[in-house]
């Protein structure tokens, strides 16, 4: 015999009233057997439906009495968890914060692990843009390089050639400051000279003006936030900016500022790329065929259907080399590839020295916040079975009421959850208070999406997974005690009890103790980079970029006038900034040596009196004279490069440099003098081989040195020189750099991840602390008879605190040992990636180990006297 | 306040609890109608208007015997009240009054 549908008559017994359900489960039954003789399929649909229809408000139970048993027993979970909550308070506080920090250490963390991953997510056609690269293997040592500049040629065959394969192909210069000029409103702005078809590759979100804006050859469009600097409330479209003070573009569009977390954030105006070429007369000259020339970036978008391998596949051959380089490239397996823009930020083509891997960034960042917040769940864990004997009697009569395991441990879920979704409400109010300044340590915009569907999902996860992590445990403990020995007062508490929880403190511990010490080896490494020797003075010196030609001819009159005020020590001029290596070239030749193409040294052209400006220290010989003809023929090399070349008496010796494109053309030096490495570099690396002439092959100065008189202060002696260059150079805003403040930029990455150690390092050791006082004031409270005794014996105030404190002081102590030798392999391995770096000596383990003892005891001593000064006579009364 | 008015499925459905007398319930009802309209009815039509009919007091009801069909489920026997007897009386007479009404004309 067919039955009907189980699942529709279960679903029609659990909400059909009482009174009906017989007359409308029996007519259906009744229905069903008449009609599945024939049609069984029939019948049940019909048998479905029929039920379906039947939910309606005259059949369905009154709300009340819907499950009224289980209701009402999950009401009574909460209100009894409630109640443990409010009757302890002090435990539910430490339990709460704990918790509360811990959480929020794990939202920050997932926040800017969301960030890093949505990089650059911001365009629509992420998945579709990609850069064009050279891939090949580097000969000196075997690494695979991919170079993403690329030459003129390339990209005129990709645009005409090959441009069926793609949907756009753009050029773009490398992101550059310009002078924008509206009226009387001048800004400093970088931006990129980019083909029209940018603004659809890159799906600009335009407020003024459509995708087609950057068509006309002299137009631009800006970003909002530039549009309002320049414009303020007033329409720009069509509006006249002036270029770096010499070519007037009209605005024909406004977009919607990128991002931070995008490639292109810093770009915020956009000029026809046509411009760029007819303003730089070189390329006309000499790039459209030269394919050696690396100067501009190729941007592509591949159409929908494509891979990018597939297409990548397909360009092969639009790449050429110079008859020069045929040898070498083929060698070096040198192939054209597309870089996807996905790859762009988690996958760099450079990762600078001691610089961290963005993906194994994020895999920290990731961890710290897991284990951060699992240290807030074993305070959770620890507390919450440290007070298994106070409760020990309500489980008991529980029990022998006939409460089953399962309800106990539900009720204990119950309460951790209580606890955890209460610990989330607080810990999202710290996370949005201590956001801002978490931006500021990582110089990043992290935002907490709250409209997001994915932000509530995985806060939904978190909340069920602290409470399963902080609630299994002691509810799978608390629920397992033998009701008669727990009614009896007879339930074992001695050491096995308490070992889970001691190994639970020294992993908290080790855990802390490994982050105090990893961030002590941060900064005592950015310390000791910091305290290495410059080889010239950084103080009172500031440098100017002269960005357009209304320098040209002006040095000098500016370097008098400078001199005149009495403020300005010495002024010079260099290529690039005295704290950046702007250019390597090849091609040097000494003693007897062939010239040398492997080894490239780093070139700097400066003026005469450059190294009188930035106080450069002479090993041998002497700087540059201006007042000796013959230097300009002459060199200064520094220690590196003197120990490279292996010359006995430098001073004096000639030097050759032959240009790379053409051989017979040849540049003949003497050195003048040999001083000490310059750190211009990352302060962590070696020092690279450097020359420094007056006259070079290439390249010609274009950064202004001064160096402001010691006596005077800086804040004096600012608006002297901008007044001076206000007069000279009037068309020009006057923007300059300290170079103690550019230098102290190379530290910026390395000081983020110390300051962001430290910021964890504080919370997890509060976290740590946090639970060892809530374990301590347990431990007190329960020994409070034995140290009443105690004391009536005759014991001392310092004597109970010593026995109240050293089980603890033992735990910390055992993770010190365990977590140090953790610690120095993680570090040693960090410190591996520096050139320059310092050590880990013992006693940073020492201290670290002296640091955490003192915070414990001192976190417990507050517990341990008070206890010990209680009155005994009060404390054993009772009984 | 107790509705008196009667919807026109609701009179067929009284209409037939009258005429079956005694042996009214749900599916006979539901047959004796589906025969009589000549189309398929859903059997929570017919329950909703018994269920309804019975509160404003025009069928009363009780149960029948257990037996092993109907998985085990009673039949709910409906029987029309005097109330409800009234009420189709009016109806009747309402209707054949105005049907009378009707002029002689022939339609062919």
Not at chain 1, 443 to 469: E, H
Request: net charge positive; hydrophobic share 45%.
């Amino acid at each position: 015999m067919i039955r009907p549908p189980a699942k529709a008559s279960a679903f029609l017994r659990w909400f059909c009233r009482e009174d009906c359900i017989e007359e409308v489960e029996g007519d259906l039954i009744e229905i069903f057997d008449k009609e599945a003789i024939q049609f069984p399929q029939r019948a049940r649909w019909k048998f479905v439906w029929s039920v379906i229809k039947h939910f309606r408000p005259e059949y369905i139970k009154p709300l009340g009495k819907f499950n009224l048993k289980t209701i009402a027993v999950h009401k009574t979970y909460f209100t009894i968890g409630w109640r443990n909550l409010l009757r302890q308070k002090g435990y539910s506080a430490i339990n709460i914060g704990g918790l509360a920090i811990g959480m929020m250490v794990a939202i920050l963390n997932g926040l800017w692990i969301f960030h890093e991953l949505s990089y650059n997510q911001y365009f629509e056609n992420y998945d579709r843009v990609a850069q064009v690269a050279e891939s090949g293997i580097r000969q000196e040592n075997g690494e695979p390089y991919l170079a993403t500049t690329m030459t003129f040629p390339l990209s005129t065959a990709l645009r005409e050639n090959y441009n069926q394969h793609f949907k756009h192909v753009v050029r773009t210069t490398f992101s550059m400051e310009k002078i924008l000029t509206a009226g009387d409103t001048k800004i400093l702005s970088a931006g990129l000279s980019a083909d029209p078809e940018i603004a659809e590759m890159l799906t600009l979100k335009m407020i003024r003006g459509n995708r087609k804006a950057l068509e006309p050859m002299h137009s631009i469009i800006l970003s909002k936030s530039i549009a309002i600097a320049l414009f303020g409330d007033a329409d720009p479209i069509n509006k006249t900016v002036r270029l770096n003070n010499s070519s007037d573009v009209k605005v024909t569009g406004v977009y919607e500022d990128f991002p931070g977390n995008t490639t292109f954030s810093d770009v915020k105006f956009f000029t026809p790329w046509s411009l760029f070429v007819t303003e730089n007369k070189w390329i006309q000259q000499r790039a459209l065929t030269d394919w050696r020339n690396h100067f501009l970036r190729i941007y592509v978008e591949v159409p929908e259907d494509q891979t990018y391998d597939v297409v990548s596949g397909k360009i092969r051959n639009a790449l050429h080399f110079a008859p020069e380089d045929i040898e070498q490239r083929k060698k070096e397996n040198a192939a054209l590839t597309l870089y996807p823009m996905s790859d762009w930020h988690l996958h760099p083509t450079y990762v600078r020295q001691g610089q961290m891997q963005p993906l194994l960034m994020i895999k920290l960042v990731g961890a710290i916040g897991a284990f951060v917040l699992f240290l807030a769940c074993i305070n959770f864990i620890n507390l919450s079975t440290a007070r298994a004997e106070k409760r020990a009697r309500e489980i008991g009569v529980r029990k022998t009421i006939g409460s089953d395991r399962s309800r106990l441990i539900t009720q204990f879920f119950t309460e951790s959850f209580l606890i955890v979704v209460l610990s989330f409400a607080v810990s999202l109010m710290l996370t949005i208070l201590i956001l801002p300044l978490f931006n500021k340590i990582t110089t990043d915009q992290v935002r907490i999406p709250f409209t997001s569907a994915w932000f509530w999902v995985s806060v939904i996860l978190i909340i069920f997974i602290t409470s399963l992590l902080a609630g299994f445990y002691p509810a799978i403990y608390l629920s397992s005690f033998n009701p008669i020995r727990a009614l009896k007062g007879s339930l074992k508490t001695g050491k096995i009890t308490s070992i889970p929880r001691k190994v639970l403190v020294v992993f908290q511990f080790s855990i802390s103790v490994i982050l105090i010490i990893g961030t002590a080896v941060v900064y005592r490494q950015i310390q000791y980079a910091k305290d290495r020797p410059v080889g010239y003075d950084r103080n009172g010196l500031i440098m100017v970029h002269k960005r357009t030609d209304d320098f040209t001819g002006k040095y000098q009159i500016l370097r008098d006038e400078l001199k005149k005020t009495g403020t300005v020590y010495e002024v010079s001029e260099s290529m690039g900034p005295a704290t950046q290596m702007y250019s390597n070239n090849n091609g040097w030749q000494w003693g007897n040596h062939e010239p040398n193409w492997d080894q490239s040294f780093g070139t700097l052209a400066v003026s005469a009196l450059h190294g009188k400006t930035i106080g450069w220290e002479f090993i041998q010989g002497r700087d540059f004279d201006p007042a000796i003809l013959t230097d300009s023929s002459g060199i200064v090399i520094n220690e590196s490069a003197l120990k490279f070349m292996g010359l006995e008496n430098p001073i004096g010796e000639p030097v050759s440099w032959y240009w790379w494109t053409d051989k017979s053309r040849v540049l003949n030096y003497k050195i003048l003098g040999v001083i000490k490495d310059p750190v211009m570099e990352s302060p962590y690396g070696s020092t690279e081989p450097a020359i420094f002439f007056l006259k070079g092959h290439n390249g010609s100065t274009s950064w202004i040195n001064i160096k402001i008189d010691p006596k005077v202060s800086m804040s004096k002696a600012l608006p002297v020189v901008e007044k001076v260059f206000k007069n000279i150079v009037p068309a020009v805003p006057f923007e300059y750099e300290f170079a103690d403040e550019e230098y102290a930029r190379k530290f910026g990455k390395e000081e983020t991840i110390g300051n962001l150690a430290t910021f964890f390092a504080i919370l997890a050791v509060l976290i740590s602390c946090l639970g060892v006082l809530g374990l301590a004031s347990y431990m007190a409270e329960t020994r409070v008879k034995e140290i009443g005794i105690r004391k009536v014996l005759g014991a001392s105030v310092a004597g109970l605190w010593r026995l109240l404190s050293v089980d603890f002081v033992w735990l910390v102590l055992i993770a010190c040992l365990i977590s140090a030798p953790v610690a120095y392999l993680l570090m040693n391995q960090w410190l591996q990636k520096f050139e320059y770096r310092t050590g880990i000596s013992w006693w940073l383990f020492v201290e670290t180990a002296v640091c955490a003892t003192a915070i414990t005891l001192i976190t417990i001593s507050y517990q341990a006297i008070k206890t010990a000064r209680l009155n005994p006579v009060k404390t054993l009364r009772s009984e | 306040m107790i509705d008196h008015s009667l919807g026109e499925f609701e009179e067929l459905v009284l209409l037939m609890v009258a005429a079956l007398h005694d042996e009214a319930y749900g599916v006979s009802i539901l047959d004796e109608l589906e025969a009589k309209l000549g189309k398929s009815l859903n059997i929570s039509a017919v329950h909703v208007a018994l269920k309804r009919m019975e509160n404003k007091g025009f069928v009363r009801s009780r149960y029948g015997g257990i037996t092993s069909d109907r998985g085990g489920r009673r039949k709910k026997y409906y029987v029309v009240t005097a109330l409800g007897k009234k009420m189709l009386d009016t109806q009747y007479e309402l209707r054949n009054s105005i049907y009378k009404r009707i002029p002689k004309i022939s339609f062919g």
